[in-house]
């Protein structure tokens, strides 16, 4: 065993070299020492490594059934011996194998949270990267020099990296496609069947609503003016909150152009959205089911042609890619608000991919997970690959450009063509890649073109709350505090839109938050926005 590999066992639990050592006769789950330097691939000679894995369970059950592993495994001379889970047993074998000292060389699309990453760096099962990186990674080097602000959000407030992190841009700063999830879409059928401009603002939407109520253009009863997923990302209707104030967004978190990290649940503009919301509600124009509704149910409706407004990242997936329905632009509130609240997402996993402890092959390692970094690898990685005979292609390789292109999906999900063959795991694709690596594929475009033209102009924020890596103690009280924060939001939210009373109950609400401890959540979050941007 190396000196490497000793020094990284000395922060292990004790509990857990017992376990390890009761276990000790089942068969070894780390490759052996090939004692490779200077590694150049294709190997001479091959070599295997053993990883833990997550996929889809659209995927074949064997990852080297996947085009893109193949292909790496011709290229590198490295063979995977993978142990791959599906779903909710895959973060538990992953954990067991952490706890019990029988763990893989690396663990592949790994899903730790932060929290989780710190506690399995401190107790020595997972090792830093940042030699790693430095000596034997080339690819990852590249995109963190066209792109340095990744590599601050990889970094743990102890100066060492310790997970190979996913990046995928889509559009820039506010023309981010991340920058607002809940899309609202109108059905402009509707509108003009019977003979209505589309809204502008809160009041006439709320106009709009009721002539859908009651004209039923979808008949027999059927029509429902408004759906929505309450507190369901992208299904949730807080986008009609941008009417007021700060609006709101997935986390309820905001920054201001003087940099202040605000709390929009906690802001008197919130509970004037939450009065209109139970005005709408209170007229009959939204959906009961909004309040408990599950996926399947949501999608079936709108296949249906039964909503008036509802609410989705893409209504490719509840409503088609028709004419039936179209993006409705944001409304001017009572006050003459009219603003589009950002929402805190980017294209960044910072855990997509560790190194264990128990690996004796560093360098080899090391230089295989690179291979993921390479720009035309990434692209397969995220979304496909090209040339196989045996399904359907997501890409066709253009030889004379050398580049990848989008083939058509001729009506097959993309969803569902991407869980079938790409393998995710660590990859990076910038903006620059775009017209030089691959082709942007065509729902994102438009998705895009959507976001510039009906979104960007009216939002007023300059910045995010970012990716900010806080330490364990840090994540420990944030985790604390939420456990009781955020489902007392939501209840609260749900509540008062059905039953009303928020005027009522509003100084209440404001200390029972206060009392969660919302002013120290404030105060950490506020201390990490600060740290990253300085």
Same mark, same amino acid.
């Given at each position: 065993? =190396?000196?490497?590999?000793? =020094?990284?066992?000395?922060?292990?639990?004790?509990?857990?070299?017992?376990?390890?050592?009761?276990? =000790?006769?089942?068969?070894?789950?780390?490759?052996?020492?090939?004692?490779? $330097?200077?590694?150049?691939?294709?190997?001479?000679?091959? !070599?295997?490594?053993?990883?833990?894995?997550?996929?889809?369970?659209?995927?074949?059950?064997?990852?080297?059934?996947?085009?893109?592993?193949?292909?790496?495994?011709?290229?590198?001379?490295?063979?995977?011996?993978?142990?791959?889970?599906?779903?909710?047993?895959?973060?538990?074998?992953?954990?067991?194998?952490?706890?019990?000292?029988?763990?893989?060389?690396?663990?592949?699309?790994?899903?730790?949270? #932060?929290?989780?990453?710190?506690?399995?760096?401190?107790?020595?099962?997972?090792?830093?990267?940042?030699?790693?990186?430095?000596?034997?990674?080339?690819?990852?080097?590249?995109?963190?020099?066209?792109?340095?602000?990744?590599?601050?959000?990889?970094?743990?407030?102890?100066?060492?990296?310790?997970?190979?992190?996913?990046?995928?841009?889509?559009?820039?700063?506010?023309?981010?496609?991340?920058? !607002?999830?809940?899309?609202? +879409?109108?059905?402009?059928?509707?509108?003009?069947?019977?003979?209505?401009?589309?809204?502008?603002?809160?009041?006439? %939407?709320?106009?709009?609503?009721?002539?859908?109520?009651?004209?039923?253009?979808?008949? @027999?009863?059927?029509?429902?003016?408004?759906?929505?997923?309450?507190?369901?990302?992208?299904?949730?209707?807080?986008?009609?909150?941008?009417?007021?104030?700060?609006?709101?967004?997935?986390?309820?978190?905001? &920054?201001?152009?003087?940099?202040?990290?605000?709390?929009?649940?906690?802001?008197?503009?919130?509970?004037?959205?939450?009065?209109?919301?139970?005005?709408?509600?209170?007229?009959?124009?939204?959906? &009961?089911?909004?309040?408990?509704?599950?996926?399947?149910?949501?999608?079936?409706?709108?296949?249906?042609?039964?909503?008036?407004?509802?609410?989705? +990242?893409?209504?490719?997936?509840?409503?088609?890619?028709?004419?039936?329905?179209?993006?409705?632009?944001?409304?001017?509130?009572?006050?003459?608000?009219?603003?589009?609240?950002?929402?805190?997402?980017?294209?960044? #996993?910072?855990?997509?991919?560790?190194?264990?402890?128990?690996?004796?092959?560093?360098?080899?390692?090391?230089?295989?997970? #690179?291979?993921?970094?390479?720009?035309?690898?990434?692209?397969?990685? *995220?979304?496909?690959?090209?040339?196989? #005979?045996?399904?359907?292609?997501?890409?066709?390789?253009?030889?004379?450009?050398?580049?990848?292109?989008?083939?058509?999906? *001729?009506?097959?999900?993309?969803?569902? %063509?991407?869980?079938?063959?790409?393998?995710?795991?660590?990859?990076?694709? %910038?903006? =620059?890649?775009?017209?030089?690596?691959?082709?942007?594929? @065509?729902?994102?475009?438009?998705?895009? @073109?959507?976001?510039?033209? !009906?979104? !960007?102009?009216?939002?007023?924020?300059?910045?995010?709350?970012?990716?900010?890596?806080?330490?364990?103690?840090?994540?420990?009280?944030?985790?604390?505090?939420?456990?009781?924060?955020?489902?007392?939001?939501?209840?609260?939210?749900?509540?008062?839109?059905?039953?009303?009373?928020?005027?009522?109950?509003?100084?209440?609400?404001?200390?029972?938050?206060?009392?969660?401890?919302?002013?120290?959540?404030?105060?950490?979050?506020?201390?990490?926005?600060?740290?990253? $941007? *300085?």
């Amino acid at each position: 065993m =190396s000196s490497l590999k000793k =020094s990284l066992f000395i922060g292990i639990p004790t509990s857990i070299l017992v376990l390890s050592a009761c276990s =000790s006769g089942s068969e070894q789950t780390w490759s052996d020492d090939y004692e490779l $330097e200077n590694i150049e691939f294709p190997l001479e000679e091959g !070599v295997t490594l053993k990883v833990l894995t997550s996929s889809s369970p659209l995927a074949a059950d064997d990852p080297n059934e996947k085009l893109i592993y193949q292909r790496l495994e011709e290229k590198t001379g490295v063979h995977i011996e993978w142990r791959n889970f599906t779903g909710e047993i895959f973060g538990e074998r992953r954990n067991l194998a952490l706890a019990t000292g029988e763990m893989p060389d690396a663990i592949k699309n790994a899903a730790f949270s #932060d929290y989780e990453l710190l506690k399995y760096a401190n107790d020595g099962a997972i090792i830093p990267l940042n030699d790693l990186i430095d000596q034997y990674m080339p690819n990852l080097q590249a995109v963190l020099e066209e792109a340095p602000e990744y590599k601050a959000m990889m970094t743990a407030p102890d100066g060492n990296i310790y997970a190979f992190p996913w990046i995928e841009e889509l559009g820039q700063g506010k023309e981010s496609i991340h920058s !607002v999830d809940n899309f609202p +879409w109108i059905n402009v059928e509707w509108l003009d069947e019977l003979g209505l401009e589309r809204p502008t603002t809160t009041e006439e %939407l709320k106009e709009v609503l009721i002539a859908f109520r009651d004209n039923d253009p979808a008949g @027999d009863g059927q029509t429902i003016p408004m759906s929505f997923i309450i507190n369901d990302g992208g299904q949730d209707p807080g986008f009609l909150f941008n009417s007021f104030g700060l609006g709101d967004n997935n986390d309820h978190t905001v &920054v201001t152009n003087d940099g202040e990290v605000i709390f929009t649940a906690a802001e008197e503009s919130y509970s004037d959205a939450i009065s209109f919301m139970h005005e709408l509600y209170s007229e009959k124009l939204i959906d &009961v089911e909004a309040f408990e509704h599950e996926w399947p149910a949501y999608v079936a409706k709108g296949q249906e042609g039964r909503y008036g407004l509802y609410f989705t +990242w893409d209504k490719a997936n509840i409503t088609g890619m028709n004419d039936e329905y179209d993006l409705m632009e944001p409304l001017t509130g009572p006050d003459g608000e009219k603003n589009v609240t950002r929402s805190n997402g980017m294209g960044f #996993d910072r855990a997509r991919m560790v190194i264990t402890s128990v690996n004796e092959n560093l360098e080899l390692t090391a230089k295989w997970i #690179d291979e993921f970094y390479e720009p035309v690898l990434s692209v397969q990685n *995220n979304w496909g690959t090209y040339g196989d #005979d045996e399904q359907q292609n997501i890409f066709e390789w253009d030889a004379d450009n050398e580049m990848l292109k989008h083939s058509p999906l *001729n009506g097959t999900a993309p969803v569902e %063509l991407r869980e079938k063959t790409h393998v995710g795991g660590p990859l990076a694709i %910038l903006n =620059s890649y775009f017209g030089d690596v691959t082709t942007m594929p @065509d729902d994102a475009a438009w998705r895009l @073109d959507l976001m510039k033209e !009906v979104m !960007v102009p009216h939002m007023q924020a300059d910045n995010i709350y970012p990716r900010v890596f806080f330490d364990e103690e840090e994540l420990d009280r944030l985790s604390r505090i939420e456990a009781d924060l955020t489902p007392y939001v939501n209840r609260k939210r749900s509540e008062w839109i059905t039953n009303g009373k928020v005027e009522d109950e509003w100084d209440d609400y404001v200390a029972e938050l206060e009392r969660l401890g919302l002013a120290e959540w404030l105060e950490i979050k506020q201390a990490g926005y600060d740290r990253q $941007e *300085n």
